[in-house]
C-alpha cells in the first residue's frame, strides 16, 4: 500500500547533517534519514530499557520514500538491504514538489545542502514532540564530555576531541545544539545554531538557558523550570541504573508552550484559531516536553569498569543542567 504526499522540510530541525522531513498533512509525524543503529535502538527499546520509553519520541518503524514521485512505502529492517539494491536501478529524473517557502532555519540549510530529489531513501518514522504546541520554544542540548563512538575512524576521533575541547562539553558534559523561540504566529527564529553553540563558554551557556527561559515580559519562567528539574532528576535516576548503556553524541530536546498563544486570537484565520483552541484544551496542565533524542552512537558494556568510566559522561551533562537551571531558580 503506497500513498503520495508531499513533504517538506521539518521547520524545527535545530541540529544535525541531514534534512529532517515532514508532510504537508501535519500528521504529526517526522521523517529522519535512516541510520541502522538509531533505527535499531528504537526497537529494542521496549525490550532493553522499557524505562525510558516515555523520555523518546515515539517510534512508528522505517518507510521508505521515493524522492521521484513522492510515494512512501511501509519497510522493515530486514527489508533495507534489499530496498537500497533496488535504488540503484531508480533513473527519473521527475521534480519533486516540495514546500520551502518559509524561514532560514537549520532545517532549510540541511534541505539546500543535503537532499537529494532522486532514489528510494529510508526514513526512521517518529512523533513530531511539536505538534501539540501552538508556539513551540525549543532547546536542543547535547550532552557528555565526549561526542565519538567506539567504532569511528581515528580522524573523526581526533575531529570530535577537538571540538569538545573548544566547546562546553568538556567542562560542563554538554553543549548547546541549537535554540529557537517562537513567540509571534508562523515565525520561528533560530536563535542559537550548532555553531553558535560551540562558541559558547560557561558564562555565556548561562546566559543562553536566561534568554530561554525568559518570556516577553522579561521574566523568568521559574515555575517551567522546576517541571523540567523535576524530569531531569527523574531521568537521571533511571540512567544511573541502566549501567550497561552508554551515549555518545545524544541530545535531550527541551519544549514549553509560549505564552503568545494568548494572543492568537489576533491572527484572523478561523481555522488557525480553532487549532489553536483544540491544542490549548489538550495542553492544558501538561504544557513542556522532554525528550532524549539521536541515537546513532550508544554502547552496551560487559566490563563493569568501562561501565563506570562511561556512563558518567551521559550523566555528567544531567547534573550540569540540574545546577544551571537551579541557578535560575
Not at 543503529?37 to 519520541?57: G, H, K, N, T, V
Not at 481555522?271 to 525528550?291: D, P, S, T
Amino acid at each position: 500500500m503506497s500513498s503520495k504526499l508531499k513533504f517538506k522540510p521539518f521547520q524545527y530541525q535545530l541540529s544535525g547533517h541531514t534534512p529532517i522531513l515532514s508532510f504537508s498533512t501535519n500528521d504529526g509525524k517526522l521523517y529522519k534519514p535512516f541510520i541502522l543503529e538509531e533505527a535499531l535502538f528504537y526497537q529494542r527499546l521496549s525490550i532493553d530499557f522499557p524505562e525510558l520509553i516515555s523520555y523518546l519520541p515515539t517510534y512508528y518503524g522505517v518507510r521508505c520514500i521515493n524522492h521521484n514521485n513522492v510515494i512512501i512505502y511501509n519497510n522493515t529492517l530486514n527489508n533495507i538491504n534489499k530496498t537500497m539494491k533496488n535504488t540503484k536501478n531508480t533513473k527519473k529524473n521527475t521534480k519533486i514538489n516540495v514546500n520551502t517557502n518559509k524561514g532560514d532555519s537549520w532545517a532549510f540549510f540541511c534541505f539546500n545542502k543535503k537532499f537529494q530529489k532522486e532514489g528510494l531513501h529510508n526514513y526512521i518514522v517518529l512523533k513530531d514532540l511539536t505538534c501539540d504546541f501552538n508556539f513551540p520554544i525549543i532547546l536542543e542540548l547535547k550532552l557528555g564530555t565526549r561526542q565519538h563512538g567506539i567504532n569511528e575512524s581515528p580522524e573523526k576521533i581526533q575531529r570530535k576531541m577537538e571540538r569538545c575541547s573548544r566547546s562546553t562539553s568538556k567542562k560542563l558534559g554538554v553543549r548547546v545544539a541549537g535554540m529557537m523561540i517562537h513567540r509571534d504566529h508562523d515565525h520561528p527564529k533560530l536563535v542559537i545554531n550548532k555553531y553558535d553553540g560551540l562558541q559558547l563558554n560557561n558564562e555565556t551557556f548561562f546566559n543562553c538557558l536566561v534568554t530561554y527561559f525568559t518570556n516577553n515580559n522579561n521574566q523568568i519562567l521559574k515555575d517551567i523550570i522546576q517541571k523540567f528539574i523535576i524530569k531531569l532528576i527523574e531521568l537521571k535516576n533511571i540512567l544511573e541504573k541502566k549501567k550497561s548503556l552508554s551515549l555518545y553524541s545524544s541530545s535531550l530536546l527541551f519544549i514549553y508552550e509560549s505564552e503568545s498563544n494568548s494572543n492568537s486570537s489576533n491572527d484572523g484565520n478561523q481555522n488557525n484559531n480553532n487549532k489553536i483552541n483544540k491544542i490549548n484544551e489538550k495542553k492544558q496542565g501538561q504544557n513542556i516536553e522532554l525528550k532524549m533524542i539521536d541515537f546513532a552512537r550508544y554502547t552496551y558494556f560487559d566490563n563493569e569498569l568501562d561501565i563506570k568510566e562511561q556512563s558518567s559522561e551521559y550523566i555528567k551533562g544531567i547534573n550540569t543542567i540540574i545546577e544551571y537551571f537551579n541557578k535560575l531558580l
